[in-house]
């Protein structure tokens, strides 16, 4: 299997711009989540989705934000609009339940 | 889930065992300790993880004390490219959510 992939791997946008990351999960997985990594706060659970549906959303910074899964193999995350402190990796991770989490390459998100 | 105390750095020598440790003295009896690492630039990486019996696998050891309120990670021969961010992680089985704090950074000095 290649792993959890996302994309884009880099993203620049201008402030104001709506932004949207994708991923792709492990063949198989029942469970997806989205992390935010910055060096103020470190790696944050964003959401997560058990068998495509949202779970716990306890973590999304505001309604800026917004994720979907409308399968089992397809997530996306929404920024709208786009702001400079929106600037961090984004990483998308799966599992199957309960076990232990893979996560993705990261998306490097900047906000300009 | 219980919180976890970690050195924040540690250095190793190439070759030999790094020992990384974890307190989480207010872990409650159905709470595992799991491990990650993250290498620079990377997304986590899952190494490990325990309830009460030691464990081992291919990447490393995990030593949980009797009274489950610490553990170490063992990295048995440890290579530059076991440097990295460390994160020992309390949670309990069938909760999804992992919490990640600051990590150990430990650093293979060649």
């Known amino acids: 299997d290649a792993g959890v992939i996302q994309s884009p791997r880099h993203e620049v946008t201008e402030m104001g711009q709506e932004v949207t990351l994708r991923c792709k999960p492990i063949?198989?997985?029942?469970?997806l989540f989205w992390y935010r990594q910055t060096m103020m706060r470190g790696l944050e659970l964003l959401i997560y989705?058990?068998?495509?549906?949202?779970?716990?959303d306890s973590g999304m910074p505001e309604d800026r934000f917004s994720a979907k899964m409308p399968n089992a193999s397809f997530s996306t995350l929404k920024i709208q609009p786009s702001e400079p402190r929106d600037s961090a990796v984004y990483f998308c991770?799966?599992?199957?339940?309960?076990?232990?989490?893979?996560f993705g390459p990261g998306t490097r998100l900047t906000v300009t | 889930d219980a919180k976890t105390t970690q050195p924040t750095s540690m250095d190793c020598a190439e070759g030999r065992a790094a020992n990384l440790p974890c307190n989480h003295s207010?872990?409650?009896?159905?709470?595992?300790v799991y491990w990650y690492r993250q290498i620079h630039s990377q997304g986590p990486q899952y190494i490990i993880h325990?309830?009460?019996n030691n464990e081992t696998n291919e990447m490393a050891s995990l030593i949980i004390t009797e009274d489950r309120k610490s553990s170490t990670l063992i990295l048995p021969h440890a290579t530059l490219r076991d440097t990295a961010v460390y994160y020992c992680i309390v949670k309990g089985f069938g909760n999804e959510k992992l919490t990640f704090g600051t990590g150990t950074r430990l650093t293979i000095i060649p």
């Open positions: 989705f058990n068998n495509n549906v949202p779970i716990d």
């Open positions: 325990g309830l009460k």
């Open positions: 991770a799966s599992s199957l339940d309960p076990y232990e989490q893979y």
């Open positions: 063949s198989g997985h029942n469970s």
């Open positions: 207010t872990i409650s009896g159905n709470e595992y």
